[in-house]
């Protein structure tokens, strides 16, 4: 009888001092992307296009976005790093039922390049290009490019500067 009664207590104590641990925060691996955290103004062409607010999650082993348009369109992505194959991932998930799931292609300092393929309202697979480019001023370069080539040639979407919101 005495060892059921520590099973709980042992279980707890692992949950607990294991939960502590938080690993992805010494990781740099984990650490790439840090540059896009913050709660920002987007810009594109000049005019405010949004609001995006990316947050540490998970005890720092993912990002989370929030990102909200003043006509109601809304979208939030998961962004993580995985230790399986070494690469980063997005999946978001819109207000008008949208879901793309990206996969890193390419990184750098400052940098972070995403792919996924899709398909558009007509039916068409795409593959969309994601890609985060941290600036010198503190602001953040979000383009998005779409291929119906397989990549051969893209065609440039929307391309977002991030500003620090005041």
């Given at each position: ?15 607990t001092t294991?939960g502590q ?98 398909l558009n ?46």
């Amino acid at each position: 009888m005495k060892q059921l009664t520590l099973l709980p207590i042992l279980l707890l104590a692992f949950f607990t001092t294991h939960g502590q641990q938080r690993p992805c925060e010494a990781d740099s691996n984990y650490r790439h992307f840090d540059f896009w955290i913050g709660e920002w103004d987007v810009f594109a062409r000049g005019k405010k296009a949004g609001v995006n607010i990316i947050s540490l999650a998970e005890g720092g082993c993912a990002l989370h976005e929030s990102y909200t348009t003043p006509t109601g369109y809304s979208g939030q992505s998961i962004n993580y790093y995985s230790r399986k194959d070494k690469k980063w991932h997005q999946v978001w998930v819109d207000s008008n039922g949208g879901v793309l799931e990206y996969v890193e292609t390419e990184s750098g300092p400052g940098m972070l390049q995403f792919e996924c393929e899709y398909l558009n309202n007509k039916g068409e697979l795409l593959r969309s290009r994601l890609t985060f480019t941290a600036n010198a001023d503190g602001t953040v370069r979000q383009l998005f490019e779409d291929s119906k080539d397989e990549g051969k040639t893209w065609t440039p979407g929307f391309d977002g500067l991030y500003k620090p919101k005041n």
